[in-house]
């Protein structure tokens, strides 16, 4: 018998959708300091043998809080601080072996970082597999408040969006923010200050459509489900799952799980699958790759879509998501997150339809205790329905971000800032040469 979720028992759906705005037309803070003085180093990381390019791998300077993650084609920058330049590279991917570099030995450009894979074996696999994959997310679930920081901390983290028209950019957002984190174990919210933002869009490509997505950095923080569990496994709709386990792999040496789970077939609201990936002998979290059931466009369209032109119908065709979490002295925290929204646009009296994708993700740079416990208040407190503005500030100086790590972009979104910087410089040149004397 098909299920309808009730109204209450649903409501966690929505808390965690990326809201998307279609509109007709065109249309200082609390932050700890940096040094100035660092080595910024690049390459790429990928598989020994394959050579094929590992993306998300997370690179930490050890013993610190300083790291960074390769993009989707595996490439990374870090900005190293004088003080580190004799310390160790650490770099991490699942189902690789774990790889310490001095950082004394790298180039600053052009790194090539080759790792090689973790065979586990069929034995191991049989013999430590649990008999009730449902049981072990429930107790990975209860054990955040001992596993995970039990600590305020403030963390600094690198946020970009990006709006794509087929393979086309047509909106680039890039953002430093603090992030003022609450312990694990506890039921407050994270508060979140904008420090330094920079966006540009072209208009001329978007079918005189604007798209915005409100909620900026919110989007990617929500996605840490081991502090917001309720957004994706309340203990009501844990019942809606089916959990099962798929072949086992390794991270820095620990075994780890893999939950395979999956909306049962009489559930009727779109609810999520995917995989968590579980420490076998802490029962932690330390990564999950999810998606929503798109099967009723009707639904999934008002989870989604806020406003939109009467001549057009709008439907998500795919919404993934992706958190992965570090370790820092035995406790865990939120590292890296991202969302991925993928939709049409069907419009009337048009031939061909519009396919537009959006991405945000957002990674953590650097944390420290917030021994204080200090929060952001009134205008410096980030609200959850921000939209990040619409300015193109910073996109003219190559040197923006300073001594702040980012994620290294992609060559369409490299591309798109060149071209953005290109831009500007043509408008400053014509301002200068109009202007009078």
Known sequence: KKKKLMKNQASFKSSIAVVLFLVMGITGTLGWSQTNNYTEYSGEVMDSNSKKELVFATLTIENTNVSTIT????????????????????????????????IGTLDKKDNKISMDEFVVALSEVKLSVPNDAET??????????????????????????????RRTNVSLSEAVVNIYKSPYKSNRDDALELYKVRKSTDYDKLDTVALKLQGGPFNTLFVDMVKYP????????????????????????????????NQKSEILDPLYQGKLYIDAERKILTSAIYSLNITDERLASQMFVRRKPRNAEVWPTEVSYRVDYREKDGKWYY????????????????????????????AIT????????????????????????????????????????????????????????????????????????
């Open 366 to 437: 650097d944390w420290e205790p917030n021994i204080d416990n200090l929060q952001p208040k009134g205008k410096n407190k980030m609200r959850s329905s921000i939209i990040l503005s619409d300015e193109a500030l910073g996109f003219a100086d190559p040197d923006f971000w300073g001594e702040y790590n980012i994620i290294e972009p992609e060559k369409s979104i490299e591309s798109a800032i060149r071209k953005i910087q290109r831009q500007l410089r043509r408008n400053k040149s014509n301002d200068d040469g109009n202007s009078k004397p």
């Open 136 to 165: 072990l997310v429930k107790e990975t679930l209860d054990k955040r408040g001992e596993n995970y920081l039990d600590k305020p901390t403030v963390m600094t983290a690198f946020y970009r969006e990006t709006i794509k028209k």
């Open 335 to 362: 590292g890296y997150s991202n969302v991925l929204l993928e939709f049409k646009i069907d419009w009337d009296k048009k031939l061909f339809n519009s396919v537009y994708s959006m991405n945000c993700e957002m």
């Open 71 to 102: 993009n989707s084609e595996g490439k990374f920058s870090l900005k190293v601080p004088s003080e580190f330049n004799a310390g160790n590279l650490i770099v991490a991917f699942l189902g690789y072996k774990t790889k310490i570099i001095p």
């Open 230 to 261: 309720n957004y994706i496994f309340t203990p009501e709709s844990l019942e809606y799952y089916d959990f099962s386990f798929d072949t086992s792999t390794r991270i820095n040496d620990q075994l780890i799980y893999i939950v395979n789970f």
